[in-house]
């Protein structure tokens, strides 16, 4: 879901765990298996109709999913206006559009809704609309994180955790067009987590990657450190 606007992770997982304080243990995520393809995006507007885009632009008339959206208008309409408080914007099915076999098919991920004058609320996709639904992956790992987690803490256990599962580094490049390349992270509904998708790069990349970036986060502190300090007293003639 590389168009999918997401949350800042480690700042929104923080200030849900202050916003939790010691109500809440532990908060569980579950994790869903990330394939390839395209994004989509079904959209029900509040004054208008389904809106069907794919990577970030509205979808041909002609591919394949806008006759799935078209087949399956009745059942998406009524999921999607299930509920509906009176300042929602818009509500959204998000997933892919993948290889199945020698065909193609549609893997929802997440719904998310937008209101009028409330943040946005994304969760887990857990309706049954289209023919896959019933065929779920990786609904089968979870992982819990403590009241002192926190997001940077919790970031990196979903990296590692995400090369667990995807195992990037083993599996052959020719593989890569139809195998998982990552992993949806979805905290409980209603629970004001947010959602995450990390990508598998690999193990080796990935150490290279913390290498990096601690090497920045040092470089920043040095820097910072080095800089001149100010009396605020006006020299005459400066």
Do not use: C
Request: no cysteine; net charge negative.
């Amino acid at each position: 879901m590389d168009r999918i606007q997401l949350a800042d992770f480690v700042t929104e997982f923080d200030q849900a765990q202050a916003n939790n304080g010691n109500t809440t243990s532990r908060v569980r995520y579950s994790g869903h298996l990330l394939l390839p393809g395209d994004d989509i995006v079904i959209s029900l507007e509040t004054a208008g109709g389904l809106v069907l885009q794919i990577n970030g632009g509205l979808a041909d008339k002609d591919h394949p999913m806008a006759a799935l959206v078209e087949e399956y208008s009745f059942y998406i309409r009524r999921t999607l206006r299930g509920n509906r408080a009176a300042d929602v914007v818009r509500r959204e099915i998000i997933g892919r559009w993948h290889e199945n076999g020698d065909a193609f098919a549609f893997e929802p991920y997440l719904v998310r809704t937008v209101f009028l004058d409330k943040p946005t609320v994304l969760y887990k996709y857990r309706y049954r609309i289209f023919p896959l639904d019933g065929y779920k992956l990786g609904d089968d790992f979870w992982l819990e994180f403590d009241s002192g987690d926190t997001g940077a803490q919790a970031k990196l256990v979903f990296e590692t955790s995400t090369e667990m599962e995807i195992h990037y580094d083993e599996i052959p490049k020719s593989m890569l067009t139809w195998m998982p390349v990552g992993v949806v992270w979805s905290p409980p509904k209603k629970s004001g987590y947010p959602v995450l998708v990390e990508y598998a790069v690999g193990k080796i990349e990935r150490l290279r990657m913390r290498e990096t970036q601690a090497a920045s986060a040092v470089g920043l502190r040095l820097r910072k450190d080095a800089e001149p300090t100010t009396t605020g007293r006006r020299l005459d003639g400066v």
